[in-house]
Nanobody, 118 residues
């Protein structure tokens, strides 16, 4: 089992910044990919960014150049630095962790709300 605890969401003005954190506990040695999804009201959950255990990153086109994902393996924590926030970034942000093969099981955090005022 893997437990994920998120923090860092909140309310920010357009153009501002927030940093989300996601701390993992449990069978962390088997975690491969970690990342963030988001879900806006009435929308499907979409991938925002991901990072592998070796540091390879992937971003949604909508956040490239504004968001940065990083990972501290010593602290078992993944971060999402969000800059130049826009009203369209409003969503609940969910951290996830994928175990390495052959399991490939995915675990989710509880979600944290990000609100951007215009």
């Amino acid at each position: 089992q893997v437990q994920l605890v998120e923090s860092g969401g909140g309310l920010v003005q357009a153009g501002g910044s927030l940093r989300l954190s996601c701390a993992a506990s449990g069978i962390i040695s088997r975690i491969n990919v970690m990342g963030w999804y988001r879900q806006a009201p009435g929308e499907q959950r979409e991938l925002v960014a991901s990072i592998t255990s070796s540091g390879m990153t992937n971003y949604a086109d909508s956040v490239k150049g504004r968001f940065a994902i990083s990972r501290d393996n010593a602290k078992n924590t993944v971060y999402l630095q969000m800059n130049s926030l826009k009203p369209e970034d409003i969503a609940v942000y969910y951290c996830y962790a994928d175990l390495a093969p052959p399991s490939n099981k995915r675990y989710w955090g509880q979600g944290t709300q990000v609100t951007v005022s215009s």
